[in-house]
Every structure is written in C-alpha cells, then in structure tokens.
C-alpha cells in the first residue's frame, strides 16, 4: 500500500454551523458542501486546504460514532484519511500487516468515495481510514 496523499482529516463537532462559521471568517476558507450519511448518523462539512480536504462531522444521534467519540474525549481531530489506489487491497495487505480492520470490505462515503477504517487499537492509536475515488 502506498497512499497518493492525505485524502482529508475528520474532526469531530459539537455544532456544524459554528464550526463552518471559524473555518470561513477566521481561517478564510469556504465550505463547499454539506453531506449528511444516514448510515453513520452524521452530517459532514467540507473545506480544501491544498489538495487535502478537512471534514467537519456533526453527529445527528448521540448513540452514533461521532456522538458518542464527543461524549467520551469531546471534540476534536477524530481522523486521517488516506487515498489508496486499490482499497481491496489495501485493507488485504494492512490485514497481513497485523492491523485490525473495522471495516473488512469497503463502504460507500462521502462525496462518493469507497472507504475503510483501520482500528485505532492497531494504528498507535489514530484512527485510519483509507479512500479511493472509484470515478477518478
């Protein structure tokens, strides 16, 4: 597996709005979309930086993962998001690496990427999810 580059960083927010409204007025930056996931009971915001994106997560249910990631350590860098080439792959050879998987077969994400996350537990403790743009 080698990544292509650091597909965004998640972090994890108590209230979408206030969080898009420092990301605009104070660092510049413009939100250009907004995306709920129903399956991961979130709703997102996105910003580029560069090539890489930052995704705000907003939880829509307090027993979804955000919810319950805020209620546990608060807000904050929830995860990193690797690009990859073939996510089969590599989730295979992270597999054969030791690292245990949350999600052994990739799922739909936002802005219509395939991903997979890695457990933090056989990461040094950050969450990884890995991304790959089947359009692209």
Known sequence: MK???????????KNLEDSISYYEKVLGLECY???????????TAFFKVGQTKI??????????????????RGEGVHHIAFAV????NALAEAEANGIQLIDKQP????????????HPK???????????????
């Open 3 to 13: 990544p292509s580059h650091i597909e965004h960083i998640g972090i994890a927010v």
């Open 107 to 118: 799922r739909k994400g936002t802005e219509g990427l395939h991903i997979a996350f890695l």
């Open 85 to 88: 080439e073939n996510l089969e």
């Open 55 to 72: 995704e705000l997560l907003e939880s829509t249910d307090p027993e979804g993962p955000i919810g319950k990631f805020i209620e546990k």
């Open 33 to 43: 979309a907004v995306e709920e996931v129903k399956d991961q009971k979130v709703k």
């Open 122 to 136: 056989s990461t040094g403790g950050v969450l990884t999810e890995l991304c790959e743009n089947k359009a692209g």
